[in-house]
């Protein structure tokens, strides 16, 4: 074998005792949170389509539509092709709803921050991450050259006394949180944070991947940046923020500039699902009602959130707890390090408008029937 051969063999060897290894699993996912896998039918809680929108036949209509009209791929960087139509449309419809001056669709949200860091910061300046933060605003930060320090989970004190000991050493300083984090549901504190932000004279971005649409914000960051893969049901990254970040990101984030443009389809397919969000509240307001119906059927702290985790510890005791879920008919995949801290492997259940009542009851009385049989 060769060196490569070896070593790639020796490193699965070791995930799989460590049960950290990856597979793919070929699911069909349909209407009304419906998965299939190996032929089996089940409901499925791992998905982060939280209105339900990717099947819904209005916004399955609009990316038709633009395939037929505009074609299947944007050709290349819109810098060199120019921006199919659908692309200013839902720039101006997204900074509208975030209440900014323009917008900027990226390749995908973690392209996005991959972009955004690196064009604000550099050599010289100071990058503040949340310690639970996504692995996109680690990477950005890291891209940037910036001095990169981690501030404790949502602690607005141990935020503050790094700002005091560390800002007149550095040009710029840049805050990197989530409103909603993705593993553990929680929010952050956004009013404090900006609070601290504007009195350190620091900049902060906020990554909305999983609150658009299902978390209203107390408070905007002068960076708002998020996904059309989640609650839009499409694909894509957006950054919202002033007329002049905007036009600079459009010069200096290299994820965009070198990147070729999102495919007319998923455009014209988010704005649909823009749409529906701003005109049907009810629907934006039920996973988080359907996830506070869970917590209260187990005990659990209230939900911030659509996103509920169910902590087990160990990476091969979560896996067993999903496969147990699976063979009673819910998809709730197992959430392992490194994407989460080492101890503290989870189920990451996500509720969405699709689901019913008693999907949900269902899936809290199977996780409670297990954990009386002690599985």
Not at 67 to 84: D, E, I, K, Q
Not at 170 to 199: C, K
């Amino acid at each position: 074998m060769s060196s490569l051969e070896t070593f790639a063999r020796t490193t699965l060897a070791d995930l799989d005792a460590k049960a950290l290894r990856r597979h793919l699993v070929e699911t069909a996912r349909g209407p009304e949170a419906a998965a299939t896998r190996e032929g089996r039918a089940l409901v499925s809680f791992s998905c982060n389509d939280y209105l339900g929108l990717a099947n819904d036949p209005r916004v399955i209509a609009a990316g038709q539509a633009a395939l037929a009209r505009y074609g299947a791929g944007a050709g290349a960087s819109r810098l060199v092709t120019g921006n199919h139509p659908p692309l200013a449309a839902l720039e101006a419809r997204l900074a509208a709803h975030k209440g900014t001056a323009a917008a900027l669709v990226f390749g995908s949200g973690y392209l996005a921050n991959l972009g955004i860091v690196p064009a604000l910061a550099g050599a010289g300046d100071l990058v503040l991450v949340d310690a639970l933060g996504h692995s996109c605003l680690f990477a950005g930060a890291q891209l940037s050259g910036a001095t990169r320090l981690r501030f404790r989970h949502n602690d607005c004190d141990h935020l503050r006394t790094i700002l005091a000991a560390r800002r007149a050493r550095h040009e710029r300083v840049l805050i990197l949180t989530e409103r909603v984090f993705s593993m553990d549901g929680d929010r952050a504190p956004l009013s404090e944070i900006l609070n601290l932000a504007a009195e350190y004279d620091a900049w902060t971005l906020v990554d909305d991947a999983h609150g658009l649409g299902v978390v209203e914000p107390q408070a905007r960051a002068p960076l708002e940046m998020g996904t059309l893969s989640k609650t839009l049901g499409s694909y894509g990254g957006y950054l919202c923020a002033s007329r002049a970040v905007v036009d600079l990101m459009t010069s200096r984030a290299r994820s965009f500039v070198y990147t070729t443009g999102l495919p007319p389809a998923s455009v014209a397919a988010a704005l649909a699902a823009l749409d529906i969000v701003e005109s049907e509240p009810d629907r934006a307001a039920r996973p988080l009602g359907l996830a506070r119906r869970f917590t209260a059927r187990l005990g659990l702290p209230e939900a911030q959130s659509p996103i509920v985790p169910i902590l087990v510890g160990e990476a091969g005791a979560a896996l067993a707890l999903s496969a147990a879920l699976e063979a009673r008919g819910f998809l709730a995949v197992a959430i392992r390090p490194p994407t989460v801290p080492a101890g503290t492997a989870r189920l990451r259940v996500a509720f969405s408008a699709a689901h019913t009542e008693a999907q949900v009851d269902g899936l809290a009385e199977a996780i409670l029937a297990l954990r009386h049989a002690g599985a």
